[in-house]
């Protein structure tokens, strides 16, 4: 008999489900149901028939590995999902190999991705894929239904000589390597990892197998800053010289059940990592990434969403094309770029259309410049499989301009004059200076209010907008109305309720409770999550 | 090879707002819905936070139990 699957997950991917527990719960308050004359006493359900639970999905072949993930063999100092709040969505079940096997088989049996339909999702957070006994079965399986890219994030243990060439056999694949230092002495003690060879050692085999791979970095501040920023520019340059696709620094956080206590000056060590990252730019031809992107943005660019590139992919057709790090896009293809998005999204057509040839006009030195991006031209790290642009890297996705014509549509739809608009620290500046430049928002009658509520739910030093539960909105929006002016329109980012699509927090609460409770119309304004 | 079962639990868990066991019924039963659909009227997607029953049009019942503090909502009692 398998485990029984967690509502509150359910609540969060496929309410559905949990719409039938509640209702046979309520049912069952004020009838007994019978069996040949006698009552049946019911205390579970099971779902009949799963292809009555298929739905359209993008079938990205983690929707069926991800349910690997579920242990983890590192213990890291700074694991984000250490300090997980109880009443998250995104537990994990505890069950054995075999029966998380059964499950992804049963999830590939419904697995289309030429009908681009799957199983609902039930992932909790995802630990260490790899450690599965499983695993390799798994992707073996998924290979004979689909040639997407494998996307595995992993810890780095397991990457042998001997897994590595079994990978290699999968491709395409993508690695994101937990890395963190290349310090056997540092590693251990960040990762508590007994063989941090392992991990370090990989980076020259993948390229060896022709593997492209991310090197992830948490910068956390064990020791010294100083200790730390030496650490990261080695690891930085262990993975430069392996030809990392991408060097990805994740600055850290904890939320309150991770620690009670401040356990360091978040501004100190976040703009202290940026300030080091933008040097090691300089001199390192991997292109280097932080997240969130837009803390860097707001602490260094006077004006957002610029298409400025701030690294190359090497070996890229961007790379071989004569592109430089600091050039602004001006032109693709003889279109003018008025944004990051914008030059974004051409450059993904592009790398997906027939054309093998572009022309680029850039702004270097104060100076407009032509140049021919040829497509064919590319070797490793860089792959047409893997890479999503011709290999031009900018400082995360930006914010794109169609939201104000949603933000609009939602303001006249409701004939709101006073709307109160909720962001998050990292999104005001850029929403603010693209609310100020767009022509839509011209009368004069219109107030908008944009504020950003504080992250209660997960707390300690989280302040991520995507973070933010339906109970921090009801908290803020409470707080906000005391002795204020209530505004008639209350709008909401949809990021922070994308998960699966029903407008469901990360407890998996509805956003409409929030409405319910303030008394003023909510409207979710149709956003993506900002992951970088 | 036959399919992995998906399974849930049943729990009964929660405090009900009315007191009435077939008049909660109904009350949850809205309550489940409307966190899952929005009603329309037409095209005019509409606000749904009370019902009545057919046998006694006089009064009114909340469905979500938080509203009772808000402005704007209607009292239990007859109109």
């Avoid at chain 1, 300090?83 to 069950?95: Q, Y």
């Avoid at chain 1, 992804?104 to 009908?115: E, K, Q």
Wanted: net charge negative.
């Amino acid at each position: 008999m398998s485990s029984f699957q967690d509502i509150k997950n359910a609540s969060l991917y496929e309410p559905r489900i949990e719409f039938i527990k509640k209702q046979l719960d309520s049912l069952l308050s004020v009838i007994d149901l019978e069996k040949d004359g006698e009552v049946v006493e019911v205390d579970s359900f099971r779902l009949k028939n799963l292809r009555h639970w298929v739905s359209p999905s993008p079938c990205d072949p983690i929707e069926v590995f991800g349910y690997a993930g579920t242990r983890c063999d590192c213990a890291c100092l700074f694991c984000c999902n250490r300090g997980n709040p109880p009443s998250s969505a995104l537990g994990n079940l505890r069950r054995p190999p075999g029966e998380e096997f059964e499950e992804m088989r049963t999830r590939m049996n419904y697995f289309f991705p030429r009908a681009g339909t799957c199983l609902f999702p039930s992932l909790g957070d995802i630990y260490e894929v790899m450690l599965h006994p499983h695993f390799l079965e798994v992707l073996r399986l998924l290979r004979e239904k689909t040639s997407k890219v494998f996307r595995i994030t992993t810890n780095g243990k397991t990457l042998t000589p001997e897994a590595i060439s079994q990978l290699a056999e999968l491709k395409p694949i993508y690695l994101y390597i937990s890395l963190n230092s290349v310090s056997h002495a540092r590693r251990r003690r960040l990762m508590k990892d007994k063989n941090p060879q392992i991990a370090i050692q990989s980076l020259p085999l993948l390229k060896d197998a022709g593997i492209p791979y991310s090197v992830v970095i948490v910068p956390w501040p064990l020791g010294s800053l100083a200790e730390m920023l030496d650490d990261l520019s080695s690891t930085v340059a262990h993975a430069d010289l392996n030809d990392c696709h991408l060097v990805e620094i994740n600055l850290p956080g904890y939320t309150r059940y991770f620690s009670p206590e401040k356990l360091y000056d978040l501004d100190d060590v976040w703009s202290r990592t940026v300030s080091c990252v933008r040097t090691l730019r300089e001199k390192t031809g991997s292109p280097i990434v932080v997240m969130p992107s837009m803390y860097e943005e707001n602490l260094y660019e006077g004006r957002k969403n610029l298409p400025e590139i701030i690294g190359l992919v090497k070996n890229s057709p961007a790379a071989m094309s004569g592109l430089n790090k600091g050039d602004l896009i001006l032109k693709i293809g003889g279109i003018t770029i008025a944004s990051r998005p914008q030059a974004r999204d051409l450059l993904s057509v592009l790398q997906r259309s027939e054309n093998r040839e572009a022309s680029l006009t850039v702004e270097r030195d104060g100076h407009a410049l032509e140049l021919s991006l040829n497509l064919e031209v590319f070797s490793y790290p860089y792959s047409r499989e893997t890479d999503n642009h011709p290999g031009i890297i900018f400082m995360g996705t930006g914010l794109r301009m169609s939201y104000l014509e949603g933000l609009k549509e939602i303001i006249d739809s409701h004939k709101a004059k006073h709307v109160l608009f909720l962001s998050s620290t990292l999104v005001k500046p850029t929403f603010e200076q693209c609310l100020a430049e767009s022509h839509l928002f011209g009368d004069r009658e219109l107030r908008i209010d944009v504020e950003v509520p504080r992250n209660n739910f997960f707390g300690g030093d989280v302040f991520m907008g995507d973070l933010l539960v339906v109970q921090d909105f009801i908290d803020f929006i409470k707080e906000y109305l005391e002795g204020k002016e209530r505004p008639d329109l209350i709008v909401i980012p949809s990021s922070p309720f994308n998960l699966g699509g029903w407008g469901r927090d990360l407890t998996g609460r509805v956003y409409l409770d929030i409405g319910r409770e303030v008394g003023i119309p909510v409207e979710l304004l149709e956003c993506s999550t900002i992951f970088d | 090879m036959a399919d992995y079962i998906f399974r849930y639990k049943l729990d009964g868990k929660k405090e009900p707002v009315y007191q009435d066991p077939l008049l909660e019924m109904i009350r949850a039963q809205m309550e489940n819905i409307l966190n899952i659909i929005i009603p329309l009227e037409g095209q005019r997607e509409v606000k749904i936070d009370g019902f009545k029953l057919l046998r006694d049009r006089r009064t009114v019942y909340k469905i979500f139990p938080q509203e009772q503090e808000t402005p704007n909502f209607f009292e239990e009692h007859p109109l």
